[in-house]
C-alpha cells in the first residue's frame, strides 16, 4: 500500500531569486551587491529545518495572511521613486490601512519592502506629473499614479488618514505600540543589524533604531502564522508560512528573552480575533471610544463602548461596579451572539453621542494622551457622567423607571442605555406579576438584545457627578463595604486541619466585627483594641461545617492566606447565616458575585488553570454547592462543574494539583497554600463520590447513565452472558454487599475484572441497586401507570402508551432503563446459552425494577413488554441492534476460542495474531500472542527480537493498523493496547511493523511550537450514504480548521464567526492516507473516523481532510497526536525501556484476556483493558 508518509524527503523548497531577495534588497537598505550575497546564505541554512513551502500557491497563502484582517482602506499598484534621487521608478504594489502604509515587490508578496506608520506622516500632496509625496519626519516619499484620478484617490485617502492626528516627531513610550521587547538583533545573511521590535501580535523590523523612533521601518511579521525555534546558542528562527527568518541575538541570554517575547506575541495573536472582527464591523467601533486609537481590542461591556489597551487599563481602575472590561480577543465566552450584536448596533458614534454628547475639546483624549490625562477624562466621563446628554426625565426616579419599562419591550437599545445610565433602576418593579422585572418583561416581549444589556448592568453604579475632589482615593476603593459585628465563639487559631471535635470548652466568647473590609475579634465588646484581626483581602477561604460537627451548633472555619484556620462558632443559626454572608461578602469580588447567592459549604480563591491557557494559571473563585463547583475564572462568565460527572479527578504531583477532567476540558486546581487546598480536595472529592440514594444522584456516565449500571451491564456482557441462569442466581450476600458498597463510596474508581469478580455477584449488584434505589427506575409517580399499561389488551395502544410513559421519565431515568432493556434484550437473544428467556428475565427484573413482592405478574408483565417490544417502543435503529448482537457474537467466539486453545494450564489466555513486518506477504508473517497488556511498543520489540533487527538512533519503529480497503494507515501510539484494535477490526485490516518516517519531524515540529494548537486551510468531504446503499456522494470543498487541546472546529472561511462544525479531540481517530475512488485534491489527506454517541445511540462519521503539501498533513497529524497523548508523541528513549520490561517475567503483568465492552468511548476501552493489567490482585485483596 502505498501512503504518503513512505517519502521521507524533504521539501527543500524551490525558491526564486525574487523571494528572498524581495524583503531587503531595496536601496534603501542595502548596497546594490549585498542582496545576492545573504540569500545563498539564508538557503544554505534552510537545510534541515522543518521548512513550509509556498509551491506556486503565492496567491491563497495572502489571502491567509491577516495583516489583511486589519481593514485597507486602499491598494493598488504605484511607481516609487527612490529616495536616493535615481531618475528610475520601481513599481510597487501599496497597501494604506489606519495604521500603515506599506509597499511590496508584487502584490502577491506577504512581507513588504517598506512599511511608514501614520502616525508619522506629516504632510501629503499632490506634486505634479501624476505623483504625490508622502511626507515623514526625516523623509520624502515621492509615488506616481497611473492616472490623475488615481493620485487624487491616493491624496485624499491618505489625508484623510492622517488629518485630524497630532503627528508625532518620535516614537515615545507611552505610544500604542508599547514595545513589548526591542533591540538590535542580526537576521542571518545580513551585514548590518537591524532593529527589531515585538509588539502585542507582530514583530517589526527597522533598518535601525532612528527609522524605528521615526516610524520608517522595512516589514512587520504577523505572528498568528508564526514559530519560533532556538537552533543553536544565541540563533533563533522565525518561521512562518512564507519565510523563515533566522535570527542571531547578541547573546545567549537575549536570545531566549527574545524568543520568550516572539511566543508572547505568537499567543497574543492566537487568541481568537473572531469577536474582535465581527465588532468592527461597525465602523465607528474600529476606532476607540475614549481616545480614538485604531483597533481597540477591549470593551466595556455594561458601557457599551468599545476601547483601546490603554483606556482598558483604566478602565479597569474604576472597578467592574462601574466598568465591566472585557477583551474582544481573550474573553471569548461573554460575548454571546447578543452582546455582539448590542454592540454592532450601538457602535462607539451612537453610544459617545449619549456618553460624550458634552465633551470640551481641551478635555478630549487622542491616542497619544499621557495615562494621567486618560485617568481624569475616563472618570470623568463614566464615572460622574460629566459628558453624558442627559435625558429629558432626568432626575424623575419614578417617570425613568417607567420609561425604561416601556422601552424595554422596543429596539431601541440606545435609550435604554441613556435611561439606565441616567438613573433609571433596572431591579424596579414593572408592577406586572408575570414579568416583574425590567429584564423579564424585555425577555417577554423577545428583545433580546435589551435582556443583555440589562443583565450586565443588574448591579451597575450610576454615574454620581456629586463625588467631589478626593477621586484618586475612591478609585481604587474595593468591594462596596458590608459591616456587621456581634458575639462569635472562637477557638484558638492552628496551622493546620482542624480534623478533631472541639469542645464547647474549647471556644471562648469573642466580639466580632466586620468593617472596612476587616475581620476583628476582641476581648468584649467594651474593648476598643481587637485581639487580632484578618483583612478580608487576607481570607483566602470560608468554610461552613456541618452542623453540630463542634461544641456549638453552627461553625465556620476562615483559612488566611498566611495558612491558618480559624474556627468561629454560635447557638444561634440566624447569626451564623449572617455572619457567613457578610464575610463571603467581603471577600468575593464583584466579577463572581453570583456565588454569594448560593447555599454553599466553602467558597474561596484557588489558582488555577485550564485547557485554553496552560502557561500561566490564573485566580479563580469557587463555591461548592453539593455536588456542583461553581467557578468563575479569570474574566469569565461563571461556570458549573458537576462533580459527579467528572470523568476523572485525581490530585497529582505530589499533592500541588487537582485535576478535574470533564467532558472536552480540564481544570487544573494549584495548590498555592497547602491548609485550604487539602480542604478543597477532600471536600471536592468527597463531593464527587457522594452518591445520593436517587437515580439522578449517582455518578454518571456522560450518557447520563449511572455508573454503576453501565460498569455491570459492560461486565456482564463481556464475562457473562454464556453464564447458565444469569441474574437468576444469587451471589454470595457478603460479596454483593462490598461491591455495592465500593460502587456507593465511589463508582468510578471500582473496576470490575474476570477472575477478580464473580458474574453473579456482579449480576446482583445491578439488581440490588435497582431494588433499592430510593423513587425507583419508573418514579413513585408513574410506576402504577406502568403496570396499568402491561394490562392493556390492544398491542399498539400499549406500545405508545409505554412510549408517552418513556418520554415523560427525567432525563436519567430514560437513559438508564433504555441502557437496561437494550442489555436484558440481548441477553434473552442468548438464552440459548444462558437459559434465561424473555419470561425467565421477566420473572427476575419485575419486583426488582418495580420494588414489588413479585406475588403476583404484574411487574413481570411490563418488563417482558419491554424488552419484547424494545425496538418499538424505544425507536431502536435495527441496524445497530444487529451491529450489537453481531459483536456480542464475535466475543462469545472468542471467549470460546480462548478457553479451548488455553484450557486451565493458562489462566489468562492469549490471543494469537498475524503480524506482518514491513509489508503483507507470506514470507514477513510472524504469529504473535497478544495479551491484554500488550502495548504497540511491546508488540513492536517483540516482532524485531525475533528477526533480530536492531533498533537505531532515530528509527521510528511502530505497529500500524492498515485498512486496505480504505486505503489508510494508523501507527499505533507507543501506549496503545494492541488487543482492542484487533477486535474493532474487520477482515480487511491487518498490523503491521515498519518504521514511522516521518516521526522525526513531527517530533521537532512540535518541539517548536509553544502549544499544541493549528488552524489552517483543508480541503473538506464527508462520507454521505444514498439512500442507506451505502453509496458515497459529495466533493472536497475548502473549509478553514481550528484544533486546540479540545477541539477541532470546522469554518467556512476565515472570517466565519460561527464553526459548521465541532469535535472533541480525543473522540478522533486520525488515519493517514484516503481512498483514491473519492478523488482527493493530493495525495496528502487524512480519513477521520470520529464515534459520538447521540441520544445514547452510538454514531460513527467518517470524514476526509486533504492538505496541499505533505508537511502540512504531518503538521495536523503531528498535532492531532500530541493533543490526543498530551505532547507524549514518542517514548523518551526510544523503545529501549519497552525492550528492557519486555524481557522480565511477566506473569504478573499479564492478567486476563480481556474483551472490549461494548459501550463507551475508545478511551473508556482503552482504561478497560488497561485496568487488567495495572495491579490484578488490588481490587482483591478489599473484596473478602
Ligand atoms: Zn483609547
Partial sequence: MKTPDRDMSLQVPRTTKERYSSLCSDDELLDDDEPTLWQDE???????????????????????DSSQLAAVIKMGWLDKNPPQGALYYQRRWVKLDVDYLRYFDNDKEVYSKGIISTAFITNVSSVGELKFEVVTNNRTFIFRAENEAERNDWVTVLQDCTRGRKPRNTMSPGSPLAPDFQGNLELRGLRSKLYTVVALDKVFLY????DYRLGVGITSIEMNVGNVKETDRRTFDLTTPYRIFSFIAESEQLREQWVEAMRDAIGEALSNSEVADQIWMEPSNSLCADCGASKPEWAAINLCV???KRCAGEHRGLGPSISKVRSLKMDRKVWTEELIQVFCLLGNERVN????????PSEALTPSSCSDERRRFITHKYRQGKYRKYHPLYGNQRELNNALCINVQCSDVLETVSLIFCGADVNCSTGMASWPSPLSLANAHSQPLQAELISHNLNTELPRSEVGGDMEALHYSPQPCVSYNGFLFKTASMARAITEHKSREEFSRRWCTLNDGTFSYYESDKNSNPNGSLKATEIVCLAVDVHEKHGYDHTFELCSESERLYL????????????VKSIAKSLIPASAEPLLRLGFERIGRLKCKDGLNLQTSKVGWFALV???????????????????KLNELSIQQDNEVLVLVEKGRT?????????????????IQAAAGRGGDTLSQQQLTETDIPVIVHSCIGYITQCGLTSEGIYRKSGVNSRVAALCEKFRCDARSVRLREGEHQVDDVSNTLKRFFRELEEGLFTSKDASTWLNTAAIQDESMKISQYQLLFKRLPRVNKATLQALINHLYCVQRFSELNQMNLHNLAIVFGPTLFQTDGKDYTAGRAVEDLIQFYTLIFEVDEQQLKKQLEEITVIIQVREKLNMKFPSTEPGGHFICTVYLEEKKDTAEQHVKIPGSMTAAELTCEVLDRRNIPVKDKEYWSCWEVSEKEEMERPLHYQERVLPILHAFGTDSNLLIKKHLAMDMMILYLASKVDASKHGNMKFREERSILGLGLSSGSFHDRYFILNSNSLRMYKEIRSNRAEREWPVKNLKVYLGIKKKLRPFTCWGLTVVYESKKQEKSEKQQWYLCCDTQSEMREWYATFLSIQYDGDVWPQDGLKQTR????????????????????????????SVAAFSQDPLALFRDVR
Avoid at 533598518?207 to 532612528?210: A, C, D, S
Avoid at 453621542?353 to 470640551?360: I, K, L, Q, T
Avoid at 522480565?1144 to 492478567?1151: C, E, I, L, N, Y
Fill in 667 to 683: 481544570l487544573y486546581i494549584e495548590g498555592e497554600r497547602k491548609l485550604d487546598f487539602a480542604g478543597w480536595c477532600s471536600a
Fill in 353 to 360: 453621542s449619549f456618553w460624550a454628547a458634552n465633551v470640551p
Fill in 1140 to 1167: 528492557v520490561n519486555r524481557v522480565m517475567p511477566t506473569d504478573t503483568r499479564h492478567g486476563n484476556v480481556s474483551l472490549i465492552p461494548l459501550r463507551g468511548s475508545e478511551n473508556e476501552m482503552r482504561n
Fill in 626 to 644: 453539593g455536588s456542583t463547583l461553581h467557578a468563575y475564572l479569570g474574566d469569565n462568565q461563571g461556570e458549573e462543574i458537576h462533580l459527579r
Fill in 306 to 308: 468599545v476601547v483601546c
Fill in 207 to 210: 533598518k535601525n533604531v532612528e
Fill in 42 to 64: 539564508v538557503l544554505s541554512n534552510l537545510q534541515g529545518s522543518v521548512y513550509l513551502p509556498k509551491s506556486g500557491r503565492l496567491a491563497q497563502a495572502t489571502k491567509e
Fill in 568 to 579: 468561629f462558632g454560635t447557638d444561634d443559626p440566624d447569626s451564623h447565616k449572617e455572619w
